[in-house]
């Protein structure tokens, strides 16, 4: 049984440009959650997918953006990079008991 | 915006030791879980105590969940090297149990 995936593992951009990164979720979780996480802080909940709608969104602006698909799998992208989006990119799935599994995550480093 | 906070912020102790790691938080809850992430990885749910409930146990993780004082400890017993990771405390908020929010974590070096 698969768990979360990722991609890509790592990447680099430099300032304006724009990122897609990528999440299949653990067979049979129809929920994905995306988070950034700066080094060295916990993980910043960014925003929720859930029936390909996004359900919930935290304290991020509008340059990140989503999707889900109908296979459940989902999409993180973020427009106009700045050097302050420099990550680690996680996502989670997760049923409706809350426990979230999460991916190995993608590292983001913009120059 | 994050809703716990550990504390502390690092913890090194020696294998054999326990470890105790704290948490608050600031809202009312439906459930707070551990989390244990390894250098710059993934995180691995570690256990999940719900608001009705006072202490749980799995294996050598011991957590207590105090409402009226909105705080949880953590305690790993026997500790060994390989428990060495950053461990973060995440809760659901009552109000929205649509997504968990983190504190910046305890960062425990256990020495063999």
């Known amino acids: 049984d698969a768990g979360v995936t990722q991609s890509p593992t790592h990447l680099i951009k430099t300032r304006g440009q724009q990122v897609t990164l990528r999440c299949s979720p653990k067979?049979?979780?129809?929920?994905v959650s995306w988070y950034q996480q700066a080094l060295g802080q916990g993980p910043q909940f960014i925003f929720q997918y859930y029936e390909e709608e996004e359900r919930q969104r935290g304290n991020f602006p509008d340059r990140f953006s989503g999707h889900q698909f109908p296979n459940y799998s989902s999409e993180l992208n973020v427009n106009a990079l700045l050097l302050g989006d420099s990550a680690l990119y996680l996502c989670a799935s997760t049923l409706v008991d809350g426990e979230l599994f999460f991916g190995e995550g993608s590292r983001l480093t913009v120059l | 915006s994050q809703q716990g906070e550990e504390d502390p912020q690092a913890l090194s102790i020696q294998e054999g030791e326990n470890a105790t790691m704290n948490c608050s938080y600031k809202t009312s809850i439906n459930n707070l879980q551990w989390y244990r992430q390894n250098s710059g990885r993934g995180l691995v749910h570690l256990i999940l105590?719900?608001?009705?409930?006072r202490e749980k146990h799995s294996g050598r993780l011991r957590v207590t969940l105090d409402t009226s004082k909105k705080s949880s400890s953590l305690l790993i017993t026997a500790s060994r090297a390989a428990d060495t990771a950053s461990y973060f405390c995440a809760t659901e908020p009552f109000y929205n149990n649509n997504d968990m929010r983190f504190g910046a974590g305890t960062r425990l070096t256990v020495k063999p």
């Open positions: 067979s049979g979780h129809d929920t």
């Open positions: 105590i719900r608001s009705n409930e």
